[in-house]
C-alpha cells in the first residue's frame, strides 16, 4: 500500500504547459479589452507549474507571477500570485475528470479586471483546454454575495509554443 504521505506529480497540471497569446474582454459597458501573454511552465519534477502573466486589462499593464500545485489540504491546489502592483492573491484549483480547470478565491483576485461599480465577495473561473491543446477558454464570473454570480470576464488564449 503506498504511503499516504508521498506525493507524486500530477501530470493534468502539465496540460496548460506553454506559451499563449491572450485575447478577451471585462464584460460590461464599455467592454474592457485584455491583450497579452501568459507562460505556464512545469518546474522541473512536474509538481509546480509557474505561470508569467503579461497583459493589458483596457490601458493599465499588468505582469504577475503564480506558482500553482501546493495542495490544499482538500484534494485540490493553491495558485498564489503576485503582480506588478504590489498585490499578492489566493485562489484553489480543482481540476475535474474532464481536466477542466476550477480556480475559485475571494473578491480581491485581479484588480485591474474590476469594475468600481461592481462589489465583488467571491470570483470563479472555468478554463477548458482544447482537445488539440491548441487553444484554452477561461470564463470568470464574480459574486457580491457568494451566492449569486454574474458573468465577468471572457478569456481567450491561443498556443504559442
Same mark, same amino acid.
Given at each position: 500500500m503506498?504511503?499516504?504521505e508521498v506525493?507524486t ?6 496540460a496548460?504547459?506553454g ?7 471585462v464584460?460590461?459597458?464599455p ?8 507562460i505556464?511552465?512545469?518546474l522541473?519534477?512536474g509538481y ?5 502573466v503579461?497583459v ?14 501546493e495542495?490544499d ?5 493553491l495558485?498564489?500570485?503576485f ?8 485562489l484553489h484549483?480543482?481540476i475535474?475528470?474532464?481536466g477542466i480547470?476550477?480556480f475559485?478565491?475571494?473578491? =480581491? #483576485?485581479?484588480p /485591474?479586471? +474590476?469594475?468600481k461599480?461592481?462589489?465583488t465577495?467571491?470570483v ?5 483546454i482544447?482537445?488539440n ?5 477561461a ?6 454575495d457568494?451566492?449569486?454570480?454574474h458573468?465577468?470576464? =471572457? #478569456?481567450a488564449? /491561443?498556443? +504559442?509554443?
Amino acid at each position: 500500500m503506498p504511503d499516504p504521505e508521498v506525493r507524486t506529480p500530477d501530470d493534468r497540471l502539465s496540460a496548460i504547459a506553454g506559451r499563449w497569446q491572450t485575447s478577451g474582454h471585462v464584460i460590461g459597458e464599455p467592454p474592457i479589452p485584455v491583450v497579452g501573454t501568459d507562460i505556464y511552465e512545469v518546474l522541473p519534477g512536474g509538481y509546480f507549474l509557474v505561470h508569467h502573466v503579461d497583459v493589458a486589462v483596457g490601458d493599465q499593464h499588468v505582469r504577475a507571477i503564480e506558482v500553482i500545485g501546493e495542495p490544499d489540504g482538500e484534494g485540490g491546489y493553491l495558485a498564489r500570485s503576485f503582480d506588478s502592483q504590489g498585490n499578492a492573491e489566493l485562489l484553489h484549483l480543482t481540476i475535474d475528470k474532464a481536466g477542466i480547470f476550477h480556480f475559485a478565491g475571494g473578491g =480581491d #483576485i485581479a484588480p /485591474a479586471a +474590476r469594475r468600481k461599480n461592481a462589489p465583488t465577495a467571491r470570483v470563479r473561473s472555468t478554463l477548458s483546454i482544447a482537445g488539440n491543446r491548441s487553444s484554452m477558454t477561461a470564463r470568470w464570473e464574480r459574486s457580491d454575495d457568494g451566492t449569486t454570480w454574474h458573468p465577468w470576464m =471572457d #478569456i481567450a488564449f /491561443a498556443r +504559442r509554443e
